[in-house]
């Protein structure tokens, strides 16, 4: 057998299989995981893609989630709306955040006017994987900042217990 057989980067240019898919397993595996992460990533907000579902009528709004030993506060960015328009809604293991976007905008002039109207609305659940002290829950709005704020219990205050790490 030549060596140039067992060798495949020594292999010339023009030995290009003319059905690479049929000879080639892997590309098949290779072309089923490309169609795995597409549908992955689909529902994440992928920047050039915002603008297309902000037309379409739904947005997702930034958010921020924060734990520390006492409470677990939640802030999400919700430029344009009010109060009114937000729904915050706690549930055994979950905080849902929903609401609705109406903005209008109108300006006149002399010789033009100009209506833009802007509709949206989104739906985001957080899952809750410690136990939430449901009275003492506090939501609170501030320019444009819907700010969340959900103590734990006692009992799910001391599960957790800080470990010290020594050096030998």
């Known amino acids: 057998m030549p060596l140039r057989n067992l060798?495949?980067?020594?292999?010339?240019?023009?030995?290009?299989?003319a059905r690479y898919e049929e000879e080639c397993p892997l590309s098949v595996v290779q072309k089923e995981m490309n169609r795995l992460f597409d549908d992955f990533?689909?529902?994440?907000?992928?920047?050039?893609?915002?603008?297309?579902?902000?037309?379409?009528?739904?947005?997702?709004?930034?958010?921020?989630?924060?734990?520390?030993?006492?409470?677990?506060a939640v802030h999400a960015e919700l430029p344009g709306m009010d109060e009114?328009?937000?729904?915050?809604?706690?549930?055994?293991?979950?905080?849902?955040?929903?609401?609705?976007?109406?903005?209008?905008?109108?300006?006149?002039?002399?010789?033009?006017?100009h209506m833009e109207r802007t509709y949206g609305s989104f739906h985001r659940v957080i899952p809750l994987t410690v136990g939430i002290d449901v009275k003492k829950v506090k939501a609170t709005f501030?320019?444009?900042?819907?700010?969340?704020?959900?103590?734990?219990?006692?009992?799910?205050?001391?599960?957790g217990k800080k470990i010290p790490v020594s050096v030998e």
């Open 84 to 113: 009114k328009d937000v729904e915050v809604l706690l549930a055994e293991n979950t905080l849902t955040l929903k609401g609705e976007k109406k903005e209008e905008k109108e300006d006149k002039g002399e010789n033009y006017y």
């Open 142 to 159: 501030k320019n444009g900042v819907l700010m969340v704020k959900l103590p734990k219990t006692e009992e799910a205050k001391m599960k």
């Open 41 to 72: 990533f689909r529902g994440f907000d992928v920047a050039p893609f915002r603008a297309m579902r902000e037309r379409l009528g739904t947005f997702s709004p930034s958010l921020d989630v924060k734990e520390d030993e006492k409470a677990i």
């Open 7 to 17: 060798l495949p980067s020594i292999r010339r240019r023009t030995d290009v299989p």
